[in-house]
């Protein structure tokens, strides 16, 4: 991208910036009703030690899934993010689990081999299929249109054991960096109801982090899997393309490729439960992937960088930089690793050819998809007319897409292939210096989570996060401590591909460090 691009691209934001802040301020002075504090002790337990106390007969599941149901129904007043709650069949399930494991002659040993999440209960975003319940992935239909089965991750879940609680809230087909639909209105943050989730796996963030969830099932095609954690002080994991499944997500696609770039994942409250979902959920035949084998963090090469480098993003501020180096002098106080600042050639071109090739992907499920051929779209100028008069349903970002997508499929082949040689010498030197060894630690996003619609004129910071998605690297998105406004501010940790377990395990020595998760107001938060 040129200078003169990069320039107006930032003055078009600054525009947008006049028009956005004054009424995502004034629209923030209604919202001040604050989340509530859990304070049920059983609300306070990871998934691995809850199974573990289900199974040894310490704690009943209908004892855990009522706390969490409770849960659900104090805070969602509060946070806006249950789609359609499934509690009384829940509470039968759960039930039925306890029966059988007073009747059962199998050791927990054994039940935690057949059923590693036996009893917990389990929330799972509006785009993923859970049969019978809402899979409409924030559209406004005439007529409701529940799952006529489980997704394969969910059918994984319910295998080993778990009960899905609820569905929830996601912004139209999973297209925006917040977390709002013209089904259920907005999702509100848990540290502060005047400031976003994220997007799009927002619902499954604020559930978890106000305690009214304990384990997640989010998807990732632009960094949802990491946003909403950043923002809402929990742990998400992008996983290595194709290590899970991903049938039964709503937008689908019918390209080869979507699945080079797009991932469903767990989001969890808890570092440990990481390895626990992924090991659940992962495809059978895909790569192995040594979750169980303990990863000395002493061994391995830390680097870092504090920017996407591609003059178009926002530089961080001061809360996320402190946090970067809150990780470099743990790792250098504890286990003498100097973490080594990481420059790869030809970076500054990285934010363009992630939204290049994302958006090069074709056969997307969206709002102009012909009905009666997926291959094909109707006029998107109808749609969009409508939007400009306030006549339609559909929300900015999802009307959007079809504009973009036509902008994009209008540039030169030549102009793509002169990015995707530079995108393939990228990918290399990623490759050679995290090697199998190494970890990379990354901004998510520029700041913590901002006031409501503020993503119309932030959305330049994308580049942070489908960086990730296009190099089809795990990424583990981390919170590490919180602002002096009482938000929560986390990193990404980055290895090579199929190496999920470092993620993973860095993230599970920075919880240890600096305490993970925070119940959300405690103290008072500021705009």
Known sequence: MNAFMRRFLRFLVSLLAIIVVPVSYFSSFKRKRKCPPPTNPILFKSATKLADMIRKKQITSEEVVSAFIERCKEVNPYVNAVIEPRYEVALREAR????????????????EQEYPLLGIPLT????????????????????RNPAKKDAAIVRQARAAGAIPIAVTSTPQLC???????????????????????????????????????????????????????????IYGHKPSPRLLSIEGHIPDCLDPDFEEYFTLGPLTRYAEDLALMLKVLKKPGSPDIPFDKPVDVSTLKFYYMESDGSNVSDSIGRDVKMAMQKTREY?????????????????????????RVLMNISHVRNIYTDPNNPKQWVSIWPEIIKKMFGLSNNNFFSVCYGPLKKFFDALPRSY??????KFEDIKTEFETILSDDAVLLFPT???PAHLHYRVYYKFLNCGYLTMFNALGLPVTACP???????????????????????????????EKAFGGWAAPNKDSVTV
């Open 96 to 111: 039925g689990i306890d029966k059988m494991i007073k009747s059962t002659d199998r050791t927990p040993e054994e039940l």
């Open 124 to 143: 799972i975003k509006e785009s993923i299929a859970v049969e019978g319940m809402s899979n409409d992935c924030g559209t406004v239909y005439t007529n």
């Open 175 to 233: 297209m925006n960096w917040e977390t709002y639909n013209n089904v259920i209105g907005v999702t509100m943050n848990p540290y502060d109801p005047k400031r976003t989730t994220g997007g799009s796996s927002g619902g499954e963030s604020a559930l978890i982090s106000s305690a009214a969830s304990l384990i997640g099932l989010g998807s990732d095609m632009a960094g949802s899997l990491r946003l909403p954690p950043m923002f809402t002080g």
């Open 331 to 355: 790792l250098k106080q504890t286990y003498n690793i100097e973490a080594k600042p990481l420059s790869i050639k030809n970076i500054e071109h990285m934010w363009e050819i992630s939204v």
């Open 416 to 421: 793509y292939k002169n990015l995707l040689t």
């Open 445 to 447: 996003f520029p700041h």
């Open 480 to 510: 590490i401590e919180m602002s002096k406004k009482g938000l929560p501010v986390g990193i990404q940790i980055a290895a090579n591909r199929y190496k999920d377990h470092l993620t993973v395990a860095v993230a599970n020595e920075f």
